[in-house]
Structures are given as C-alpha cells and as structure tokens.
C-alpha cells in the first residue's frame, strides 16, 4: 500500500519573500498583480496586512488606502507579485526534499503552495511516520518555513488532510513561527482514506465554479457527495468531480509526476570489434536487457514496450519492437521475445552498436502465490505470456481484441485494437460499465462485411419476411422477431434507416436481416451459429 506525504506552504509568495529578505518580518507586506480590467489587485498579503482589514484581491488602491490610516508608509511594503520567482523556488524546495523521499512532486501547475512525496516504504528506516512528518517540519522551520504535513494512502487523501483537516487549530502561518506554535502533522492510518469524508468539498480539488453549484445544491461535505448516485454526479457536474471524489477515497490511483524526469530507461553497447555473429549479438542483446530490467525492477515499473536498435558501421539501423500485454521487468522473459523476432531479422551488416530502451512502462503488479494450486490452470500471467508470444511471432497487429464502441450501426459498435504494446489493462476496476441495452442472444457473434444482399417475400408491403432466397435455396420463415429500427443522427453524415428482424427458418437455421427503408431492400447482416 503506498504512502504519500503532502507538504503545505500556506501563502508561499509571502514565505518565500520573508525567507530572502529577513528585514521584512513584522512589516505590512503586499503584493500585487495587474488585474485584466485595467486595475492592479492584492494577490498575497502578510498577516500583519491581514490585521489591517487588507484582504486578497481586494484593489490595491483600496488596501494602500486602508493600511496607511493605521501604519505608517515606512512600514508598508508594495511590491509586484513574481509567480515565475515563486515556482522556481518551490521547484529548489522540492530537489532539497528529495533527502526525505526519492519521488517528490508538485502537486499541480496552477496550485503552488504543495510538494507530494512518495514515503511508500520508508518508516523502517525512520521509526515511524510521526517521526518522518515532524522531520520534515521541522527541518521547513530551519530554512524558514511553516509548513502542514498530512500522510496518507492517496494523494487526494493526503492533500485534504493537509489543506482542510482541523484548520480551526491551524493559525495563520503568513510568516514563520517557533515550532511550539505549529499544528502537529496529520497521519491517516493506512486503509483510512474515508477519513476525508467528514472534509468540506473544497478539500477534493474542484474548480471554483463547481464548488460554487455544490454549495448552493446543500452539498457541504464529501460525504454528501459521497452519498449520490455515480451516474447522476456524472451527467451533472461532469467527469473531474467523480474522478477527484475517487481520487480521494482511494477508487482511482493517482501518480506522483516528479519535478524532475527520471533518466530514461535505456542502455546501449559500442563493439569494439563489429560483428555479424549472432551468437555475439545476442550475448550483448542479453546483457543490454538484464541492465534495463534491472533499472525496471528498481522503480517497480515494469516493460510495456521494449524496442533493440542495432547499427551497423554505415550507420544502416534495424530495429527490434517487442509489445507486451502486461508490464514485466522479467530479463529472461523479455529476452526470449527478442530473440523470436531476432532468429528472423536479416542484420544490414557487421552489427557495431546496440541499443535497448524501454518505451513505454507501467507500474508492475504484485501478487502472493498461492499454495497447494494448480500454477497453470486459470493463470492470468499464462495468457499474458501467450499474447506475448503471438505478438512477438505475428506482429503487433496479428493479435487483436474487438472493443465495443459507442454506436448505433452494428458494423460501428465495435473496434479491434492490439493486445500488446498499449497502456495495460487493469483487473477488476471500481467503475461499473453499463450493460448492452440487447441480451446477447438477439445479436449474433458474426456480421457479414459488408451486408449481403438477399431476395425476401413479404406478405405485406412493409410486413415481415416470410420467405428467403439465400444459396440458390428458398427458405420459409416459421419464426421471427422484430422489427427493430436502428437509425443513424443527421448529424453523423449519410442517413442510415434500417429494420431488423430475427428470423428462425423451418430448418431451424437462424439468421439476422435487415429491410433498408430508403428503398425496400433486404439485407443478411448476420448468422446465429
């Protein structure tokens, strides 16, 4: 189970001026931006200022105004808001946090105030997380910086439990104060993260206008939220809401993007003598691999996408592209698809350079073996290597899955995309698709492509078939179903009006057509095997 710590600085801007320049501790601190109608606004404020009546954006003629009744001009400070500055120094705070987690993010682009860190694993190495969090204030307070510390499962978790968790305790902390006046860090136990339901809704990150339409709706808490039918939230507040409440109560996995890009996964070996030997090759291949898997395995990523380059000494490349159905930081097995589509890769020359990099990866997923079972019945990780292999032998293109689409034409519905080589699938999943609006049995498993024109009597003009001429034999309809109309939107290009009947014959075969409105003609569209 991950862990994740959220470090706040409240009203950085100021903090972070404070910390650069200790002489303006206890002055009316104000800063300022250009507002689009033409007007400049306070943007952040110290506490001293707040003292003042001076509010955020609140004009800045209005706030001079107000603080020069009550202070003197010598101690208000003006100065233009500098965001770039702000950013750059929270990018620094992050690369100086990297002593207390490997992986240390900012939380979003547009909120500037918080640094995520990865803590999964550490407490053995700290004592406890308690220890770990007031280290990290602590150690905020040394450089000059108040900050609120909150670990949690997700990052949702932890965010909301920084920002929102026990404010009324939580004085503000415009400037630094002696550790003896700092809020105590907020640790969530592990598998606790409904402890963010008793939060306002402001705690799951939603813009301004969203928060704005819950509220007048009597939607305070995240467990009112929490409490609503999935669909209705969808339709209504769109997707950003059900995904941040998910986010939150640890439905949807989120990840850490670091402030800094790891280095690529990748290796590559010079020969000092160039070669076209296979065996040679593939020694180099197998050490290339074993370095790359290794650099996988450290970072609990594992392979999605392999590709080998291999060049010879006029610079001619071939390359080798492996696609996998499930991540894997396996060596052994990543070799042994290499060298299925080696075996059979014609070399352009004397091979001097290799290249192994990782394209794509994904988060490896961990499982406990099971005692006393049957390894090779019903194992998951043997059809992932099965697909692997097929794959590596036929192409990425050779293996497909049809994925069903959003459509009313039957030959539209679905889609066939590769197995291999794209963003892994998950198993399980919190979300519920919803069902196909037909039982299975009133489609067939298998359309003709394209729809094969059929000679049909009907007893009426526009009643059902009764009698089909299909392969030079006439067949009498004993049974059938329908219709059914299947039109397509005006909006969607050429208009499509179709009626479907299901038809069983005398002869008990089975069979799915079609009557095309425009002009009366029928169709067989599909087969009931």
């Known amino acids: 189970m991950k862990r994740i710590l959220c470090l706040w600085l409240p009203d950085w801007p100021i903090q972070r001026l404070m910390a650069a320049r200790p002489e303006l501790k206890g002055r009316t601190v104000i800063l300022y931006d250009h507002h689009p109608r033409n007007t400049e606004r306070v943007v952040a404020c110290s506490s001293a200022a707040l003292a003042l009546g001076v509010r955020v954006d609140m004009p800045l ?41 490997p992986t240390v993010g900012l939380a979003t682009a547009d909120e500037t105030e918080s640094l995520l860190l990865n803590v999964t694993g550490l407490e053995p190495f700290l004592g406890s997380e308690d220890v770990l969090a007031s280290s990290v204030v602590q150690s905020c307070l040394r450089r000059g910086y108040a900050a609120r510390v909150a670990i949690a499962d997700t990052v949702g978790a932890a965010w909301a439990m920084a920002h929102f ?31 963010v339901r008793a939060l306002s809704v402001e705690a799951l990150r939603l813009s301004e206008t969203t928060v704005e339409l819950l509220h007048r709706l009597g939607i305070v808490r995240i467990e009112h939220l929490a409490a609503l039918p999935r669909e209705s939230l969808s339709s209504r507040f769109g997707h950003e809401l059900v995904e941040r409440l998910d986010q939150a109560l640890g439905v949807a996995s989120e990840v850490i993007v670091a402030h800094r890009p790891l280095p690529d996964l990748e290796a590559q070996w010079s020969m000092e003598h160039p070669s076209a030997r296979r065996e040679a090759i593939d020694r180099v ?12 395995a450290e970072r609990d990523q594992g392979a999605v996408e392999l590709v080998c380059r ?20 396996a060596a052994q097995h990543l ?46 990780r043997q059809l992932a290597m099965l697909v692997n292999r097929l794959s590596s032998r036929l192409g990425r293109l050779g293996v497909v899955s049809p994925q069903l689409q959003a459509g009313a034409l039957p ?64 067949h009498h309809v004993a049974r059938h179903w329908g219709p059914e109309r299947i039109e397509t939107r005006w909006w969607r290009g050429r208009s499509v009006r179709r009626d479907y009947y299901r038809v069983e014959t005398s002869t008990g075969s089975r069979y799915w057509i079609f009557r095309r409105l425009q002009d009366g003609r029928w169709f067989l569209h599909g087969d009931f095997v």
């Open 335 to 380: 070799m042994e698809l290499v060298r299925m589509q080696f075996e059979h890769l014609t070399l352009p020359g004397e091979i001097g350079h290799v290249h192994v990099s990782v394209t794509a990866s994904a988060p490896l997923e961990w499982r406990q073996h099971e005692l006393l079972v049957d390894k090779t019945r019903d194992d998951p």
């Open 310 to 329: 291999l060049n010879d000494n006029d610079q001619r490349t071939v390359s080798i592209r492996i696609g996998l159905f499930q991540p894997t930081a």
């Open 165 to 195: 968790a026990e404010l009324a305790h939580f004085a503000e902390l415009a400037e630094p104060c002696d550790s003896s006046s700092m809020p105590p860090p907020v640790i969530v136990p592990p598998g606790c993260c409904d402890a």
């Open 411 to 474: 030959e539209r519905a679905y889609q066939y995309t590769a197995l291999t080589g794209g963003r892994p699938r998950k198993r399980g999943g919190s979300r519920k698709t919803k069902p196909p609006t037909a039982c299975p049995l009133e489609r067939p498993l298998w359309l003709r492509s394209p729809p094969l024109p059929l000679d049909v009597v009907s007893l009426a003009p526009s009643g059902p078939p009764a009698l089909l001429h299909y392969k030079n034999q006439s």
């Open 285 to 296: 291949l197998w050490q290339l691999v074993e370095r790359v898997a290794g650099q996988l």
């Open 61 to 101: 003629a209005e706030a001079t105004s107000l603080a020069s009744h009550r202070k003197a001009s010598t101690d208000i400070h003006l100065q233009p808001h500098d965001p770039l500055t702000d950013r750059a120094s929270l990018e620094q705070l992050a690369q100086w946090c990297e002593r207390f987690s």
